[in-house]
Nanobody, 124 residues
Framework: QVQLVESGGGLVQAGGSLRLSCAAS????????MGWFRQAPGKEREFVAC????????YYADSVKGRLTISRDNAKNTVYLQMNSLKPDDTAVYYC?????????????????WGQGTQVTVSS
């Protein structure tokens, strides 16, 4: 049974930092591109970032470039999202997702597995 478990969310002031983690089990982690998506209240879920299986390639939404950094540790079956210079607009539930294969995608329907999400709230 595949499980993706996010952690590290919380309440932070604008300009602050958080690091999200997503621990994966039940899959061959190094065979998956890993992504982060987010859903703000009243909005559609949107792509944030993804990282290919080797960690050699990363992709970001324009809204987070330069502030958020995705990374992975295949030995620990874990993907991270370092979030710096946070803004109130970053407030959302953040989801980890796994995409089988060697490519990448910003489209949520192409991801095979999802976590339950972790809440990030940025106060002004």
């Amino acid at each position: 049974q595949v499980q993706l478990v996010e952690s590290g969310g919380g309440l932070v002031q604008a300009g602050g930092s958080l690091r999200l983690s997503c621990a994966a089990s039940g899959l061959t982690f190094s065979s998956y591109t890993m992504g982060w998506f987010r859903q703000a209240p009243g909005k559609e879920r949107e792509f944030v970032a993804c990282i290919t299986w080797t960690g050699g390639s990363t992709y970001y939404a324009d809204s987070v470039k330069g502030r958020l950094t995705i990374s992975r540790d295949n030995a620990k079956n874990t993907v991270y999202l370092q979030m710096n210079s946070l803004k109130p607009d970053d407030t959302a539930v953040y989801y980890c997702a796994a995409l089988y294969g060697l490519g990448y995608s910003t489209k949520e329907y192409q991801y095979n597995y999802w976590g339950q999400g972790t809440q990030v709230t940025v106060s002004s």
